[in-house]
C-alpha cells in the first residue's frame, strides 16, 4: 500500500497561529495552504504550496480547495487542519494511518477545542 501523505492547511487572518502551526509540521509529501486574507510575512518552506484567494470564502469551501489539490497530487492519505493546530509529534500522520488500517475505519477526525 502507497502511503503519500498530503496535508492541506487553512488559514485566514491569523499569522501568528498560522507560524506556530507551520513551524511544527512533520514530514508530508503534499502540503498546501489555502490562504483568504491580508498577505503574510512568515517564511513559507519551498516545498509548500500556497493558494493565495483574493475574495474571502468559507473555511469549507477553502477545505473543498486544499482537498482538491491533494487529490490531484494522487496522495493516498489526506490530513486537514486549520491555522491554529501545533503538531506536538513528529509521527501523528502515521499514528492516523496506523489506526485506519488496524480497524478499517476510513475518515478520522481529532478536534480539541479546549482552553487556548
Known amino acids: ?3 503519500k501523505i498530503g496535508i492541506g492547511i487553512i488559514t485566514v487572518d491569523r499569522e501568528d497561529f ?7 509540521l512533520p514530514h508530508a509529501d503534499y502540503v498546501v495552504v489555502v490562504h483568504n486574507g491580508a498577505p503574510y510575512t512568515t517564511p513559507i518552506p519551498d516545498n509548500v504550496e500556497v493558494i493565495s484567494l483574493l475574495e474571502k470564502q468559507t ?3 477553502n477545505k473543498n480547495i486544499a ?4 487529490m490531484d497530487a494522487e ?7 486549520e ?5 506536538k509529534t513528529d509521527n501523528v500522520f502515521n499514528k ?5 488500517q488496524e480497524t478499517g475505519i476510513l475518515h478520522l477526525n481529532f478536534a480539541y477545542h479546549g482552553p487556548a
Not at 18 to 24: A, Q
Open 75 to 81: 496522495c493516498d492519505h489526506l490530513f486537514l487542519c
Open 18 to 24: 498560522f507560524k506556530k502551526c507551520i513551524n511544527s
Open 96 to 100: 492516523y494511518i496506523e489506526t485506519s
Open 67 to 70: 482537498l482538491k489539490k491533494m
Open 83 to 87: 491555522d491554529d493546530i501545533y503538531f
Open 59 to 61: 473555511v469549507a469551501k
Open 1 to 3: 500500500m502507497k502511503n
